[in-house]
């Protein structure tokens, strides 16, 4: 049975930090796409942030410079470093696990809650 669990998320001021994380289980992490997709209230789930089984990454234009995602496929988990944040990066953070082949199933997270503000 795969699991995805995130953790981490919580209340922090504009300009703090906080680090998400996301501890896989039931899969081979090394063969997954992990990637950071977030929701905020009214609006449609976006991607923030992937990286690759190679280790490639990618982000969104508006956490460019400011988020760092990151993996360890011994511990099987993925990281993402979030710094400045804004008010806009309030949401529900939810991770993703995509297979590097044709065919495969594609896995979420329960999602954990970030909420910036004063």
């Known amino acids: 049975q795969v699991q995805l669990v995130e953790s981490g998320g919580g209340l922090v001021q504009p300009g703090g930090s906080l680090r998400l994380s996301c501890a896989a289980s039931?899969?081979?992490?090394?063969?997954?796409?992990m990637s950071w997709y977030r929701q905020a209230p009214g609006k449609e789930r976006e991607l923030v942030t992937a990286i690759t089984s190679t280790g490639s990454t990618n982000y969104a234009d508006s956490v460019k410079g400011r988020f760092t995602i990151s993996r360890d496929n011994l511990k099987k988990t993925v990281t993402l470093q979030m710094n400045s944040l804004k008010p806009g990066d309030t949401a529900v953070y939810f991770c993703?696990?995509?297979?590097?082949?044709?065919?495969?199933?594609?896995?979420w997270g329960q999602g954990t809650q970030v909420t910036v503000s004063s």
């Open positions: 039931g899969l081979t992490f090394s063969r997954y796409s």
């Open positions: 993703r696990a995509d297979p590097s082949w044709v065919g495969g199933k594609s896995y």
